[in-house]
């Protein structure tokens, strides 16, 4: 019994062991696979947004045309009896002529103005030329630029001629008179409608477009040749924005039907209800719905605008069908301008949807202009005969009875429908055609919340759907919702909201307008919201201020600081984030925010997040805290003190893991830089002129480049970096061409390093240049010279400024924009540089040696100059510069800028930073150091214009990525959660791979090796082989020299890749690990000056990228082999000592990877295991070692939290990290007598500690017990050595030229000296080896460039 409860309480009942395995890799997390890694950071491609009407119009005036003349019909026409009659709902016989007429044409002016009661209506009955050409000019003289109407009745009156004109009458209605379309055209102007009620209407539409091609040309004729007839008269106006509609094509004539009124087109236009409701009880269908009659339908209880009443529901459901077919169906600009710009034109052509129906069933064809596409059989009007008919078969009870009126199902019909499309539908289709009902929806009450839910769910699928849902008309609605104070709508409008700003951010200026932020506003402060409503509302404030005074004004009085400053320690990350931002936009050049953040000292506030374990927060916070220093106010002795101390917190973060974070710092320290301009150009000429006098032996003098490490100058500055930038990398990396990316490395003739040049590979010789010529792209501070500043500032008298002097916040800043600019990551770098080389350009041009102040003019917080050269840098033309012999020090006197020329001679150079006045006058009162902007002398105008380094507006383009995120699918099951998607089985495939080589590699191993000297590859790599790391599961092998890394397929034989791993010239890759090895790889590669960088996309048909890349350890301390490092500081020592690694080589940097727990440990030349959280992006722990000597091998065990390090003194040291500093060493074992080659930890519940030293001695310890268990005794002269993890087998590699294979008893079971086939040609002396972390395979890389791969005996595979 007791067997079975247990089984059933293992996680993987009845699972074999490789089937465990397999489930273990899919809880595996991932490192460095976040959006971050995988994205550039940028905004997304701003949509161009067509929704909003750049002319919204109005008709404001109505010309009411009629041309009845009641009892006498046109000679043209000759009428059937009976006839249709009605006018205007109107019998004209059953009153008097006169009467009549009056009364048609009060009606008509009804009609329309229920569509639109403001405009001005003329009626004109019965008129002549003259009445209509006074009627016509003096509407459009009234209307300005505004639209108006011109309805046209010609029931009394010839049908229109084949020439273009109308009929009307003469003064005593004797004669019927012709109007020409080309004078109404004149008198009515642009833009105008035209509705033509009369038969053979299609002539009138004919004519006009003719008459409208004429004005064009016309006024073409006019605009080319001025002397031209035609141009001495008045221009016509050009009739382009007319829209007319004709209730017949040209040749028909209008339905008599008598059940039909004689102006049915009009009936259509101005009244459609009734007469659909006319026109459906004549169908034969109507006989379905019993007891309704002609007479019934006049009685329909309600009013047309009342949405709760029978006739007012009907008349909102057939605007809602009417407005779904013309979006449907119409193309979308031409909806856009017929049915959203204009209240009244949109009224008729919903209308005319109608007329089409209803005139086509009588053969006659309505005709616009602009053309629509047939509508009359679109499949909607089904639904509006199924609400008619619903509607209808209420009446009689209703009447009659006084029963309720039950409301129609349409709308909730139609909201299904679309809830059945965002279910249902595939990615890439149509959009849905219930769109617009969703947003007649809108305004009913029963049905909003639903609505609401639908449309976000719409909107959420994309920046697709919110376009689309803008140009459907949705804006309004639902600004007009943000006054609902209903709670339940709240989280609603808040995502819909956000998905409109992701995607339009312009809308910021409709919201202040309509006080819209308020409810943002309130949202964010209400406690009781949802994390994810928070952040969307702070995320809608953060558009709303985004560089928009108003807005950032509006927020302030809404109390938005104090509100996100409660938000900050929220545990929800996407709200911190957003948090940050938010009030990193409001305070950005907005002073008043920035001082309402002081006092409720916001950036102390903001400093926690500097530590958040998520880098976007970090980042955030950088953001905002930069935007708080970058505000360029005025200046007070406080804003100073906050801005420095604000600036010596972000410079904390100059080791941070993420170089998200890192670069946002280098553009939050541009602001301290453009503020404080001309401080920064005093530290910059002291740099440059130290760099000048001091040599520090460079690696470009020496004969040996390779080989040499500058000593540590001193823990605050990190070391020192190749000139050769990376440039280069990526110039290696995307031509994928060994060549190139080797000649870049190398030397030129002068032995000086290739000049670092953004803009192309140019190798220069004025490598110890201070200054490049500025007009041909290059950077003032070469990447050398940047580095010697590094090195030189640290023990340069540049210490004593370190104290009282307030110049000491701008020399470390510069210190750690030096330090950046060395960043591995080259996009940090390359910022840096940027902000450098701007201060250095300004500060080189304004000391040109001119005029010297008087010495009076400095106080004592001048910083000392130590050296007694002069600062001032003489150029001309573009040539490298040379000191002046000028011998004035800067302690005393300061070069005064030369005078300034009058401008119409000056280039256009532009000093300032960010485009505003130069900040050297808004200076400090206590000190005078240029008395005037910085300005060019007479003899230098024609050197040529350099150009502007960085503006305030640099940007790392993070706060729009961020947003990108709300654009995006929220809703959505991720790809690689998705049972079906490409991704998911892709991973599948490659778990499945993984258990068959950990099953298949098992049984070998477990038979047991008796031999491994078959060679299964051997070839020459690019460089001397100096780390070898086998992927765990497919057949790649990494390969790295001193700064690239090649990969081999070993089973193939060839060679997959070859790329540069930028690091600088006088480093080289000490270490390599895969991470995520189970899955999608990356490499990571360890260099000895303590950069780390991933790399993805190798060993594929890509082009490798670089994921990320991170200072692991800052402080890297060369020491020598086997002797603990002398702790002598003197200057003369610590520059001249150069180590050459080859001969006595540090141990460099030495890493070892957790996947299981994402943790990277790092140590090398330095005395400190220290602990990175790939996850968090940051430093998790240092742990002291406690010996004055360097760690040369890590190995840990996740599950016991134990980590073993491998000294250079021979000492081999445990440590348990979940214990403090101080405790967390919990044993150190002293048998070995000299460097440690290899301290390995086994993995399993009870593992040993088998560490080996260069004598070769093998000891194996328990990890609770003082002394060794078992010792062994190998080769002599070890050079590697490595120890597979499943076979317990170990291979040493001798410097003399041989490789010893011992199984675990000690005995050795392979000695290899030969290579395989070569002419049996002795192996080299062994640089590296490894084994395979599962197939019996061991990689060896050795002094003669070869790398060959040893294997067991072929029947064993």
């Not at 440059?688 to 032996?697: C, H, S």
Request: aromatic residues 8%.
């Amino acid at each position: 019994m007791k067997m079975d409860s247990d089984l059933l309480q293992s996680p993987a009942v009845g699972l074999t062991e490789e089937e465990e395995a397999d489930m273990n890799d899919w809880k595996l997390p991932l490192a460095f696979m976040k959006k971050r890694h995988s994205e550039k950071i940028e905004g997304s491609k701003a949509l161009a947004q067509s929704w909003r009407m750049k002319d919204r119009m109005k008709t404001v005036s109505v010309a009411l045309v009629l041309c009845l003349n009641v009892g006498v019909d046109p000679p043209d026409v000759v009428k059937t009896s009976p006839c249709a009659r009605l006018e205007c709902w109107i019998d004209p016989l059953s009153m008097s002529p006169q009467k009549a007429l009056e009364t048609i044409g009060a009606n008509l002016q009804k009609q329309y103005e229920n569509w639109q009661p403001r405009a001005r209506y003329k009626q004109s009955l019965d008129p002549t030329v003259d009445e209509v050409k006074k009627l016509c000019t003096s509407l459009r003289r009234n209307a300005k630029e505004e639209r108006v109407l011109f309805h046209y009745n010609g029931h009394g009156v010839p049908r229109p001629t084949v020439n273009g004109e109308i009929w009307v009458f003469n003064k005593n209605y004797t004669q019927y008179i012709p109007l020409s379309i080309y004078d109404l055209q004149t008198w009515m102007g642009s833009p105008s409608i035209f509705v033509y009620d009369c038969s053979n209407a299609g002539i009138i539409v004919k004519s006009f477009k003719q008459f409208a091609l004429q004005r064009e040309q016309e006024l073409e004729v006019a605009a080319i040749n001025p002397s031209h007839p035609l141009a001495q008269m008045p221009l016509p106006p050009s009739m382009k924005n007319c829209i007319q509609l004709a209730a017949c094509e040209a040749s028909e004539l209008l339905p008599m039907n008598p059940d039909l009124p004689a102006d049915l087109f009009t009936s259509c236009l101005t009244t459609p209800i009734k007469i659909a409701l006319r026109w459906f009880c004549m169908q034969k269908s109507a006989k379905l719905v019993p007891g309704v009659t002609l007479d019934l339908i006049e009685k329909i209880p309600g009013r047309l605008n009342d949405r709760r009443t029978p006739l007012g529901e009907l008349n909102w459901i057939f605007t809602a069908i009417t407005d779904t077919i013309a979006w449907n169906v119409l193309p979308r600009d031409l909806f856009q301008k017929l049915f959203r710009q204009d209240l009244l034109v949109a009224s008729l052509f919903r209308n005319f949807l109608l007329a089409e129906r209803i005139m086509r069933s009588y053969n006659c064809t309505p005709v616009s202009s602009p053309r629509l596409p047939p509508t009359y059989m679109h499949a909607m009007w089904q639904a509006w005969d199924l609400a008619v008919d619903i509607c209808l078969s209420q009446l009689p009870t209703i009447i009659e009875e006084g029963t309720a009126f039950r409301h129609s199902p349409f709308f909730a019909e139609q909201l299904t429908a679309f809830q059945v499309w965002l279910t249902m539908g595939v990615e890439n289709r149509n959009p849905p055609e219930q769109l617009p009902i969703v947003l007649q929806v809108l305004l009913s009450q029963v049905h909003r919340l639903r609505a609401l839910d639908l449309l976000g769910r719409f909107l959420d699928l994309g920046p697709w759907a919110v376009s689309l849902a803008l140009s459907v008309g949705i804006f309004p609605y639902v600004l007009k919702l943000l006054q609902s104070s209903a709670r339940e709508l709240r989280p609603l409008l808040v995502f819909i909201w956000a998905k409109i700003l992701a995607v339009d951010s312009s809308c910021q200026a409709d919201l202040v307008k309509d006080n819209g932020h308020k409810y943002f506003l309130s949202v964010l402060a209400d406690s009781y919201m949802p994390a994810e409503h928070r952040t969307m509302a702070v995320f809608i404030l953060a558009v709303i201020v985004n560089s928009y005074t108003t807005g950032q004004e509006a927020c302030l009085q809404g109390n938005l600081i104090a509100n996100c400053l409660e938000q900050l320690s929220d545990p929800h990350p996407l709200l911190r984030q957003w948090v940050a931002i938010c009030l990193g936009r409001i305070w950005q050049n907005f002073d008043p925010a920035r001082w309402c953040g002081v006092r409720d000292s916001a950036h102390e506030k903001l400093y926690t997040l500097l530590t958040d374990p998520i880098p976007e927060v970090r980042c955030a916070a950088v953001f905002a805290l930069g935007t708080f220093v970058g505000n360029s106010g005025e200046r007070t002795d406080h804003s100073t003190t906050i801005d420095h101390n604000v600036v010596m917190m972000l410079a904390q973060l100059i080791n941070d893991g993420s170089p998200v974070v890192r670069k946002e710092l280098v553009v939050a320290l541009s602001h301290l830089v453009v503020q404080y301009e001309s401080n920064f150009c005093t530290v910059a000429l002291q740099f440059i002129e130290e760099e000048k006098n001091y040599t520090v032996p460079s690696p470009a003098n020496t004969a040996e480049p390779g080989n040499l490490t500058p000593v540590r100058d001193s823990p605050a500055i990190p070391r020192l970096r190749s000139v050769n930038s990376y440039t280069n990398i990526r110039a290696a990396t995307t031509a994928r061409n060994l060549n190139k990316s080797l000649q870049n490395l190398n030397l030129n003739e002068e032995g000086g390093p290739a000049a670092f040049s953004p803009g192309n590979l140019s190798t220069s010789s004025s490598a110890s240049s201070t200054l490049g010529s500025p007009d041909n792209d290059e950077y003032i501070l070469s990447f050398e010279t940047i580095d010697k500043m590094r090195r030189v500032s640290s023990y340069s008298s540049l210490n004593s400024l370190i104290g009282v002097s307030f110049n000491s916040v701008y020399t470390q800043i510069w210190r750690v924009l030096l330090h950046l600019a060395a960043d591995p990551f080259p996009e940090v770098s390359d910022l840096a540089m940027k902000v450098l080389n701007s201060i250095a350009y300004k500060a080189t041009m304004n000391a040109r040696p001119q005029r010297i102040l008087d010495s009076g003019s400095l106080t004592q917080s001048a910083p000392a100059s130590p050296t007694s050269k002069g600062t001032h840098i003489h150029q001309a033309g573009g040539s490298p510069p040379m000191p002046s012999t000028s011998s004035s020090s800067l302690t005393n006197e300061v070069p005064k800028p030369p005078a300034r020329e009058p401008p119409a001679t000056r280039p256009p150079y532009t000093p300032t930073l960010g485009g505003q006045a130069p900040h050297s006058h808004q200076f400090p009162r206590t000190r005078k150091m240029f008395d005037k902007g910085p300005e060019q002398g007479g003899e230098d105008g024609d050197e040529p214009c350099h150009r502007n380094y960085i503006s305030a507006s640099l940007q790392t383009g993070l706060c729009d990525w961020s947003a990108k995120y709300f654009a995006q699918p929220v809703m959505k099951i991720p790809e690689e959660h998705d049972q079906e998607s490409q991704v998911r089985m892709e991973r599948q495939w490659r778990f499945l791979r993984n258990t068959r080589v950990r099953r298949q590699s098992r049984t070998i191993t477990q038979k047991g090796v008796s031999r491994l000297d078959d060679q299964i590859f051997i070839n020459r790599n690019p460089g001397v082989p100096s780390v070898v790391k086998f992927h765990p599961f497919n057949t790649c092998i990494a390969v790295a020299d001193k700064d690239s890394i090649c990969f081999w397929d070993w089973e193939k034989g060839e060679r997959l890749d070859y790329f540069y791993n930028g690091n600088p010239r006088y480093t080289r890759i000490t270490a390599m690990e895969y991470l995520n090895g189970h899955d999608c790889s990356l490499l990571l590669t360890a260099t000895d000056d303590g950069a780390l960088r991933v790399w993805k996309n190798f060993a594929d048909q890509k082009n490798p990228e670089m994921v990320t890349a991170w200072q692991g350890l800052s402080d890297m301390l060369p020491t020598t082999r086997g002797q603990p490092g002398t702790g002598t500081h003197s200057l003369a020592r610590r520059v001249s000592i150069y180590l050459d690694r080859s001969k006595q080589g540090g141990a460099g940097m030495v890493v070892d990877w957790e996947q299981d727990t994402g943790l990277l440990m790092t140590s090398g030349d330095v005395r400190v295991v220290r602990i990175w959280d790939t996850d968090r992006e940051m430093k998790v722990q240092d742990i002291p070692t406690g010996a004055d000597s360097c760690v040369t091998s890590l190995s840990c065990d996740s599950q016991r939290s134990l980590v073993v390090a491998g000294l250079g003194d021979g000492s081999v040291r445990l440590f348990d990290r979940r214990m403090g500093p101080n405790d967390c060493r919990v044993m150190t074992y002293r048998e070995h007598g000299a460097w440690v080659v290899k301290a390995h930890l086994q993995k399993e519940t009870d593992g040993h500690i088998i560490s080996v030293s260069v004598n070769g001695d093998v000891r194996f310890f328990e990890p609770r017990s003082p002394d060794s268990v078992n010792v062994l005794q190998t080769v002599k002269g070890l050079t590697a050595l490595d120890i597979h993890p499943q076979a317990n087998l170990f291979a040493c590699g001798s410097m003399n030229q041989f490789i010893a294979v011992y199984n675990a008893n000690g005995d050795v079971i392979s000695n290899i000296k030969y290579y395989d086939g070569f002419m049996g040609q002795r192996i080299g002396a062994i640089s590296c080896l490894a084994f395979h972390p599962h197939w019996p395979h061991l990689a060896v890389g050795s002094n003669d460039y070869y790398m060959s791969i040893y294997s067991a005996e072929k029947r064993l595979r």
